[in-house]
């Protein structure tokens, strides 16, 4: 399984060779253990288009119909390093395309073994802190992945369960979870994390 953190920050074209003083800084803030992280993302660089990553040509038919034509510095260099299976820690500011950096590798990963695949158990599992921000992840699966037979759902509080439960039930292939509620459905097992190949997790300094 490879992991993506995202963190929202200011600290663009900045680098830190993992394992320094300077990095252990520079993360120390979002309290979270990063000594198995193996990539650290470059912020920067030049521009590519998206045909120049080795995207299958379904995933780029979605990226098209949203609009995208030219990688932001962050999809640049974390979408190669995410389809080597590497995890990453990825920093960038709100606006920078962050949510597309990790949602085409998993939708390429995930498209890419799905044939012949029952519907079962979660594949990709993405935690979001608000609801807000769970919906606005799923739309974008939602646009960019609109020509795969991929499925994707959200589960978190304020809602009923029964329809996440419904939905689980039923397989999908990707979750947007808030932690609060993933707990509970962990909890009355009617989740099954056994299965993750991809993990995420957005905004990890909230």
Same mark, same amino acid.
């Given at each position: 399984m490879?992991?993506?953190?995202?963190?929202?920050?200011r600290?663009?074209?900045?680098?830190?060779?993992?394992?320094s003083?300077e990095?252990?800084y520079?993360?120390?803030?979002i309290?979270?253990?990063?000594?198995?992280?193996?990539?650290i993302?470059?912020?920067?660089?030049?521009?590519?288009?998206?045909?120049?990553?080795?995207?299958?040509?379904?995933i780029?038919?979605?990226?098209?119909? *949203?609009?995208?034509?030219?990688? *932001? =510095?962050?999809?640049e260099k974390?979408?190669p390093?995410?389809?080597?299976?590497?995890d990453?820690?990825?920093?960038? /500011? *709100?606006?920078?395309?962050k949510?597309a950096?990790?949602?085409l590798?998993?939708?390429?990963?995930?498209?890419?073994?799905?044939?012949?695949?029952k519907?079962?158990? =979660? &594949?990709?599992?993405?935690?979001a802190?608000? &609801?807000?921000?769970?919906? /606005?992840?799923?739309?974008?699966?939602?646009?960019?992945g609109?020509?795969?037979?991929?499925k994707?759902?959200?589960?978190?509080?304020?809602v009923?369960?029964?329809?996440?439960?419904?939905?689980?039930?039923k397989?999908?292939?990707?979750?947007?979870?808030c =932690?609060? &509620?993933l707990?509970?459905h962990i909890r009355?097992?009617?989740?099954?994390l056994s299965?993750?190949e991809?993990l995420?997790?957005?905004?990890?300094?909230?």
């Open positions: 490879n992991c993506i953190i995202v963190v929202p920050g600290l663009i074209y900045s680098i830190y060779p993992f394992g003083p990095f252990h520079s993360v120390h803030w309290s979270i253990s990063i000594y198995w992280i193996q990539s993302v470059i912020l920067g660089g030049h521009v590519l288009k998206f045909e120049q990553l080795n995207l299958s040509k379904t780029l038919y979605g990226i098209q119909k *949203t609009g995208y034509a030219e990688t *932001t =510095p962050i999809q974390s979408i390093l995410a389809l080597e299976g590497n990453i820690l990825g920093l960038a /500011q *709100t606006g920078t395309g949510t950096a990790f949602a590798p998993i939708l390429e990963k995930l498209l890419s073994s799905h044939v012949g695949q519907k079962q158990h =979660p &594949r990709s599992l993405i935690i802190p608000t &609801r807000e921000l769970a919906d /606005q992840i799923n739309q974008s699966i939602q646009q960019l609109t020509k795969t037979n991929l994707s759902t959200t589960i978190y509080g304020g009923n369960k029964n329809p996440q439960n419904e939905v689980l039930s397989g999908v292939d990707i979750v947007i979870a =932690p609060g &509620r707990l509970d009355e097992k009617t989740i099954t299965k993750i991809m995420v997790i957005d905004e990890a300094d909230t």
